[in-house]
């Protein structure tokens, strides 16, 4: 392994105009956006939303019905070593029960010539260096997402691309795969994960392509979207409220009073706020700037597009 | 062979091998067949040497291969597992990942499943040759009427190498068929209807019918073990025989690719 790899840490995922249509639904819809190297980009939409679909195609496992997918500048179907450059998790069940783990990790790695050192190497890697011989029919939801993490890593590519990984792993098996999705984006990879659920990105991801019915919604960074979802609001307490609404009115602020002795307070920020208070020596029990998390946003963003329709998407 | 083409056969060779199911069906061909035969051979005795010692028209040869038309049934559960075990566990979504060049990863699982199947074949048909002579010798096919024979015989080597490619070509006829319908249980029917349907409503016709049936059936390949002029021979030599066998297998094979290349995984 190493630097014999030849390891090219510039390789993007392109997706422009992907489109997939099943019989009488289209699944992804004019899909275009970029996945870059050296952060976690996460790929957020509700079940059905075409996140499976888009990564199937985008390893050249379905064909679009329009559009193209590219990876490191070329379609992932014409490269010779993929797994070397691509590692992809898409089911962690898509390995035959009566296998052994390690026989799975032996097939791949001889399709892409990849010593069989690594096999231990990744398998220590993801925990599962002790199971390496059993047969995976018999593992737990959460050692068949670690066996197909670590076949993912197999080639030690510099782009990964995971579906839905934190599925069926236990919270000790959650905080090590974000750590983890975080180191690999420090050493420079392309990370793409997916995932229905945006608070399991929050702290993971950097950039967030999130699409809803098969179409973008939004294709930005997690600063971005946190700042343009918080309206700036202060949240305070005083038991001086008549006395603070006069002074905070005067400073230009909007405030509106929304319990007994609580305000909301927007165009201010907190520390002139507490600055003002103090100058008219009146009192504050609390002080509170709210902040909105990214499942405020991904429910604002997706509210139109929730679909209850599992078909279509094994994600 | 390419590089790309290499690693995949030697992938494809690791995980048929993985896959208990190819060791148990591979005990199974060698098994059934073996056991058939010798059922047949102990069982079946001649008088010919008491009817004035005139050569008597018992085929010993194929009588020696004669369990391969149960045995085959096994042949073609391994063929067909190649395939379907793919599509079942979604380990095809891994293969095409880890090998994109789909006729690459369809020509490499072709090679594998004729390679394993023709060792099983050879393995099997040699066994029962040689289970079935002193079997064979002691119920009374012995000489004049019954000359012994032996594998180096032009006849017999004909007759045993023959069955073994013949047990291939069935196996890639399976695998061709499940690669078309991909489940496990339907693959594996289809494909032993087609092979022992037309042999199973032979007896119902005569003339023309049961001609064409003989014509088009995949069995025609067991010819290949005909060693002697008997009334109900095919209408076919042994090469001929095996040759329809082989167009059934290289049509499935055909359709099958087609298909392997073009749906979604």
Known sequence: ?315 | MSAIARRAVTAEWTKLRSMPSTTWTALAVVGITVGLTAFMASTSSTDANQAGGLPGDDDVVANALFGVWLGQVAMVALGALAATSEFATGTIRATLSAIPRRGVAFGAKVTIVAGIAFAIGAVTSVASFLVAQPLQHGNGYNAPAYPHVSLTDPLVLRAVVGTALYLTLLALFAMGVAAIVRHTAAATTVAVTLVLAPTVVLGFFTGTIREVLQWLSPVAGMSIQVTRDRFDNPPYGPWVGLGLTAAWAIGALLVGAWLWRRRDA
């Open chain 1, 1 to 315: 392994m190493g630097p014999a790899y030849g390891r090219r840490m510039d390789e993007t995922i392109e997706v422009r105009g992907l489109t997939k249509r099943y019989r009488d639904t289209v699944a992804v819809d004019d899909l275009t956006f970029s996945v870059l190297p050296g952060r976690v980009t996460g790929f957020v939409g509700p079940n059905g939303a075409g996140k499976s679909t888009t990564m199937r195609m985008i390893l050249g496992l379905a064909a679009p019905d329009a559009g193209t997918a590219s990876v490191g500048g070329e379609p992932y179907v014409r490269k010779p070593f993929p797994l070397r450059e691509v590692g992809a998790l898409l089911d962690a069940s898509d390995t035959h029960p009566s296998r052994r783990a390690r026989d799975h990790l032996r097939w791949l790695a001889e399709s892409n010539d990849i010593p069989r050192s690594r096999i231990t190497e990744v398998l220590e890697l993801v925990g599962l260096a002790d199971v390496g011989g059993r047969r995976t029919g018999g593992f737990s939801l959460g050692m068949a997402q670690r066996l197909g993490i670590a076949a993912a890593l197999l080639g030690d590519p510099p782009i990964l691309m995971l579906d839905e990984p934190v599925n069926g792993l236990d919270p000790e098996g959650i905080v090590w795969i974000r750590g983890f999705l975080r180191s690999l984006a420090a050493e420079g990879r392309t990370v793409f994960v997916s995932s229905h659920l945006m608070s399991e990105l929050q702290g993971t991801a950097d950039h967030l392509v999130v699409i809803g019915r098969g179409r973008l919604l939004v294709d930005a960074s997690v600063e971005e979207l946190l700042s343009s979802a918080a309206n700036g609001a202060v949240v305070l307490r005083t038991p001086d409220r008549t006395e603070v609404m006069t002074v905070l009115a005067n400073a230009g602020a909007t405030v509106v009073s929304t319990r007994a002795d609580a305000l909301s307070v927007t165009g201010l920020g907190a520390e002139r706020i507490a600055g003002l208070v103090a100058e008219h020596r009146l009192r504050l029990l609390e002080l509170t700037p709210h902040r909105a998390t990214l499942e405020d946003v991904y429910l604002e963003l997706t509210r139109d597009a929730v679909e209850h329709a599992a078909r279509g998407d094994r994600g």
